[in-house]
């Protein structure tokens, strides 16, 4: 079955503990990125990868890293989480050509103490 | 990438056609209309998208005006598992990014 996987479905941690939230996606898809969403302000973009190797920073990247090795995953790393990075993520994939049929993932829920 | 408007809720009765409206009046000529939807707090779900034609698929029909400043997203029999945000995007291709607003609330009612 063609699918985006997130892991942990749900996060607790404290302040400063680094943390990886997993990413895969089985689809062959050269497009992925990551979102956030919170209430009242939506979805917004932290990080995109156009194909392996190459990264870049969306619309809220402070406080976040990423890194494409394989073209199947896409980590998102939170080096030294803070209480406002506490959201619902979101890892998305899409083939390169038409890369706003986005599929997404089911999402983590973090929250951080 | 155009801004869109959508009204934030909207009702409809299991089994009637919801009728989805979308404005979006500063539409450029090489922009598409995307269409998704966020059954709560699951991932976003991609529906259909379109140009300047109207579009079908499995889930659902758009309908593109003919100036293309609005669209309506069609789901033709309305079930209680379509309860959900409905976002309608502008975008041009190959952006590498979707700016999703705040959509529209749709409650299926039985």
């Known amino acids: 079955e063609a699918q985006v996987t997130q892991n942990p479905r749900y996060l607790i941690t404290v302040t400063g503990k680094k943390l990886t939230v997993t990413c895969s996606q089985n689809?062959?898809?050269?497009?992925m990125s990551w979102y956030r969403q919170d209430p009242g302000l939506g979805l917004r973009q932290i990080y995109y990868?156009?194909?392996?190797?190459?990264?870049d920073k969306g619309d809220v990247p402070e406080g976040y890293k990423v890194s494409r090795k394989e073209k199947r995953n896409f980590p998102l790393i939170l080096e030294s989480p803070s209480p406002n990075q506490t959201s619902l993520y979101f890892c998305?994939?899409?083939?390169?050509?038409?890369?706003?049929?986005?599929?997404f993932g089911s999402g983590t829920q973090l929250s951080v103490l | 990438d155009a801004k869109t408007t959508q009204p934030p809720s909207m009702d409809c009765a299991e089994g009637r056609a919801a009728n989805l409206p979308c404005n979006h009046s500063?539409?450029?000529?090489?922009?598409?209309v995307y269409w998704y939807r966020q059954i709560h707090s699951q991932g976003p779900q991609y529906i259909i998208h379109?140009?300047?034609n109207n579009e079908t698929n499995e889930m659902a029909s758009l309908i593109i005006t003919e100036d293309r400043k609005s669209s309506t997203l069609i789901l033709p029999h309305a079930t209680l598992r379509d309860t959900a945000v409905y976002y309608c995007?502008?975008?041009?291709?190959?952006?590498?990014?979707?700016?999703f607003g705040k959509g529209t609330l749709l409650t299926v009612n039985p």
């Open positions: 998305a994939s899409s083939r390169r050509e038409n890369n706003e049929k986005l599929f």
């Open positions: 689809m062959n898809h050269e497009y």
């Open positions: 990868s156009m194909n392996v190797e190459v990264t």
């Open positions: 500063t539409i450029s000529g090489n922009e598409y």
């Open positions: 379109g140009l300047k």
């Open positions: 995007i502008v975008s041009r291709g190959s952006n590498y990014k979707l700016t």
